[in-house]
């Protein structure tokens, strides 16, 4: 595979669908019981699929260069991500050892980290470097009081770890030979974030909330005044890589290529956005300038964060750079903040109230019907 020949077969299937008024489509309707976003059902998913599998962490790119670090947050449990010297990547619970307190927040370079309470100071491997008036602590183990280590591994420009201890992460065995393969033509490893993620917090199930990422079908109704003025709605690619998927969109600048041979398209990438959801609950979308990095985590049954990082590829142009940070503020702000999770908070008592006893997925929402057998099969495989 090489990155040409696959923006090239992304473009034609977008084409061919507008040109005939189709989409990619699921065999059938799903639905989807109301019960699985309620209380009992969803503590479950919580266990099995947030602390027992591997999840995004991050992209290679948050943490750049050696002694890079970055704090994010993830069911509750405060992450430590560290580059050493060397360029291997470490995940910690970000917890002092001494009294459990937050160690570090944000991100930057430092080769060490000092507890804001009393000063213990570990280096970016983990190991407990300093214990001030040690005398009082008899024959600590310093050993033994290092960081909690948590599993992780990098690979193809994504960062997965586990949240709890546990067995080694492999990332080809994560991603699979197809995605790894995607990710490894597209390389994106050294695009760097604009700044630390931030932290959208959601009223409605982590479920509900990833459903909005899912589908552009609602483009031409919810962001008739937004998004659907810069992208094609209602048409889609779909392709599922084991339980992660890839959609692709359209930009209305597609429309330059349509209807001339294709040895006059230039710069194919620039006329569609990739869309990936990374199981169980990253969305990844990106075209050739920027990423956006979406990691939607349950707080409780009924609320969810998004923790949002914006990613730029190295190389853009003075121009292109400042267009692209331009633009982040008005997606993230305006049409996800004030209208994807505004309508996810609106969904939220509806599926509640006891009233109705499922959701419909239409054959043009393959993606959401995908990642709910996804869900549904992990859940089975544990009991």
């Known amino acids: 595979m090489d990155k040409e020949a696959l923006e090239l077969s992304l473009v ?32 479950r998913e919580v266990a099995t699929l947030f602390h027992d599998r591997p999840l995004v962490f991050g992209l290679s790119g948050a943490l750049p260069g050696p002694d890079a670090f970055r704090t994010v947050d993830l069911c509750g449990t405060p992450i430590l991500l560290t580059r050493d010297r060397r360029g291997k990547v470490h995940a910690f619970a970000n917890v002092c050892r001494h009294r459990g307190v937050r160690v570090v927040d944000g991100s930057g370079h430092r080769g060490t980290f000092a507890c804001p309470f009393h000063a213990w100071v570990y280096d970016n491997e983990g190991a407990l470097l300093r214990v001030p008036s040690a005398e009082c ?110 959609n692709s969109s359209a930009l209305r600048s597609i429309d330059g290529l349509r209807g001339r041979p294709e040895e006059e398209w230039d710069d194919v990438a620039a006329h569609f956005s990739y869309q990936y959801a990374l199981f169980p609950n990253t969305s990844l979308t990106f075209d050739s300038r920027h990423a956006e990095l979406w990691q939607i985590v349950p707080v409780d049954a009924a609320t969810s964060e998004v923790w949002h990082t914006s990613y730029l590829r190295p190389s853009l142009s003075d121009a ?52 709910h057998r996804e869900f549904a099969r992990a859940l089975e495989e544990d009991v």
């Not at 699921?26 to 976003?37: I, L, Q």
């Not at 604009?194 to 959208?200: E, L, N």
């Not at 969904?347 to 006891?354: F, I, M, Q, S």
């Open 320 to 371: 292109e750079r400042e267009k692209a940070i331009e633009m982040a503020p008005w997606i993230c702000e305006t049409v996800v903040d004030g209208e994807d999770f505004w309508v996810a908070g609106r969904t939220e008592p509806g599926v509640r109230t006891g009233l109705t006893d499922h959701i419909v997925f239409g054959r043009n929402e393959p993606a959401p019907q995908h990642l």
């Open 137 to 246: 602590f008899g024959d600590l183990d310093t050993a033994r009081h290092g960081l909690a280590e948590l599993p992780v591994a990098e690979g193809y420009g994504v960062i997965v770890g586990r949240l709890r201890p546990g067995p080694p992460v492999d990332i080809d065995e994560y991603l699979g030979p197809g995605l790894a393969e995607e990710f490894a033509v597209l390389d994106f490893a050294d695009w760097e974030p604009t700044g630390d993620a931030h932290v959208h917090r959601v009223a409605a199930n982590w479920k509900v909330t990833l459903d909005t990422f899912r589908e552009n079908y609602h483009f031409a109704y919810l962001h008739r005044r937004t998004l659907a003025t810069y992208a094609y709605g209602g048409v889609l690619t779909f392709d599922a890589f084991g339980p992660h998927l890839r």
């Open 12 to 43: 034609r299937r977008l084409i061919t669908h507008l040109d005939n008024g189709t989409t990619d489509l699921a065999p059938g309707v799903m639905e989807v019981s109301t019960d699985r976003y309620l209380g009992a059902h969803h503590e």
